[in-house]
């Protein structure tokens, strides 16, 4: 099952993956940066598993990270 994995700490909170995908992605109010919604956290990363039929336009999603801290794989 594809993955997608994101190192929060790294973010600038510009919000491209959550206007893309909200329903992965939410901004946090408390420090302006994204959360991946009901990811397993490890270290500095969050992790979610998706669907297959997710992966290619979360692939998308994180190719329009201008800091490339999220990955699908
Ligand atoms: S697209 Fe990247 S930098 Fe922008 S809010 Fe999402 S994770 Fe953070």
Request: net charge positive.
């Amino acid at each position: 099952m594809p993955k997608i994995i994101h190192t929060r700490m790294k973010c600038i909170g510009c919000g491209v993956c959550h206007e893309k995908q909200p329903e992965y992605w939410r901004m946090s109010k408390k420090d302006g940066k994204a959360t991946l919604l009901n990811a397993e956290l490890k270290k500095d990363k969050a992790i979610l598993s998706i669907p297959e039929s997710e992966a290619d336009f979360s692939r998308s999603v994180a190719a329009d990270c201008p800091v490339k801290i999220i990955q699908v794989m």
